[in-house]
């Protein structure tokens, strides 16, 4: 029987650049015993444009297999699968006990890969997302005072931890996003370098100050418009450098006490190279609101821990 892997993601996390990765060496890696099923439709679209966003291959995965609908499993030593709804659908725990069942059945080992990030950072990147494609107008303050990333994720580990059998690595993007391809081809275990790189270092890439100005704006006037604008300049300008954004220090000090008690239980189930730290960012003790009343860029950095 083959081994399943299946990249979790989560979300902002380099999922995107991953599965660009792996789609332009779907080819060798079938050589080398590993099955990354795509509709050539799509690994066709990507060779053409290598910063092209793209969903992976493993959408729907499990919730197709609890309700006992039959996949096409390859003939392969390895079977591979990545996207960003795995993570959600896995940590469904009505939904996902019967798949996971069935999968110890039909495969002799299941790894799972999901990579975490720092959650301010992770708040940041996702508010720059939510202007980006669902027609967010707020600041990024506001967006911090309702963003729910550290339960949500308590919530997802915990139910993982209770899947017998799984074999679960975790990474912290925040620390490691220079080695991602490096790290994802150890948990696959193939060599250093094996996956051919796309050519833009940054895919799905976040707004620059101007253009999340722009897009701020269309939200307001035409509601959810980032096929309009903020996806056709990010597939036209990939290397652009995105705006450095940090909340205010109040803002970001009632985001790590609100949640103190969901971070110990993430901590306790992460491992300790991964874990977080409660730390106010420099930048946003300095500087204040950023993108709030008034929209202005600031350098990244930390500052002192919180407790």
């Known amino acids: 029987m083959a081994e399943l892997f299946i990249h979790l993601g989560h979300g902002k996390t380099g999922t995107t650049y991953i599965q660009n990765a792996l789609a332009l060496s779907a080819d060798r890696l079938f050589d080398a015993g590993i099955a990354y099923p795509l509709p050539p439709a799509q690994r066709a679209r990507i060779e053409r444009n290598h910063a092209r966003i793209n969903s992976g291959n493993g959408g729907g995965l499990l919730s197709r297999y609890g309700k006992g609908v039959s996949i096409n499993i390859p003939d392969a030593e390895k079977v591979l699968f990545s996207s960003e709804s795995?993570?959600?659908?896995?940590?469904?725990?009505?939904?996902?006990?019967?798949?996971?069942?069935?999968?110890?059945?039909?495969?002799?080992?299941?790894?799972?890969?999901?990579?975490?990030?720092?959650?301010?950072?992770?708040?940041?990147?996702?508010?720059?997302?939510?202007?980006?494609?669902?027609?967010?107008?707020?600041?990024?303050?506001?967006?911090?005072?309702?963003?729910?990333?550290?339960?949500?994720?308590?919530?997802?580990?915990?139910?993982?931890?209770?899947?017998?059998?799984?074999?679960?690595?975790?990474?912290?993007?925040?620390?490691?996003?220079?080695?991602?391809?490096?790290?994802?081809?150890?948990?696959?275990?193939?060599?250093?370098?094996?996956?051919?790189?796309?050519?833009?270092?940054?895919?799905?890439?976040?707004?620059?100050?101007?253009?999340?100005?722009?897009?701020?704006?269309?939200?307001?006037?035409?509601g959810q418009s980032g096929n309009l604008f903020a996806d056709w300049v990010c597939q036209l300008f990939p290397n652009r450098a995105a705006a450095h954004l940090r909340p205010c220090a109040a803002v970001e000090r009632a985001f790590w006490e609100r949640n103190r008690n969901a971070l110990d239980r993430v901590n306790g189930l992460l491992p300790p190279e991964a874990r977080f730290v409660p730390m106010l960012s420099s930048t946003a003790a300095e500087n204040g609101p950023m993108l709030a009343a008034r929209d202005c860029p600031s350098s990244d950095g930390l500052g002192s821990r919180l407790w």
């Open 86 to 222: 795995l993570f959600h659908e896995i940590g469904d725990e009505r939904g996902a006990s019967a798949s996971m069942e069935r999968l110890r059945r039909d495969f002799s080992a299941i790894h799972a890969l999901l990579f975490v990030r720092d959650p301010v950072d992770f708040a940041v990147s996702a508010y720059q997302q939510e202007v980006k494609r669902h027609g967010y107008t707020g600041s990024v303050d506001a967006y911090l005072e309702s963003n729910d990333y550290i339960s949500g994720l308590a919530t997802t580990l915990g139910q993982l931890s209770r899947y017998p059998g799984l074999r679960l690595t975790v990474y912290n993007y925040s620390r490691r996003k220079h080695e991602l391809l490096f790290l994802f081809e150890n948990w696959l275990g193939i060599e250093p370098s094996f996956l051919t790189r796309p050519k833009h270092p940054v895919v799905n890439r976040s707004l620059t100050e101007r253009e999340l100005r722009v897009q701020r704006a269309m939200n307001r006037l035409l």
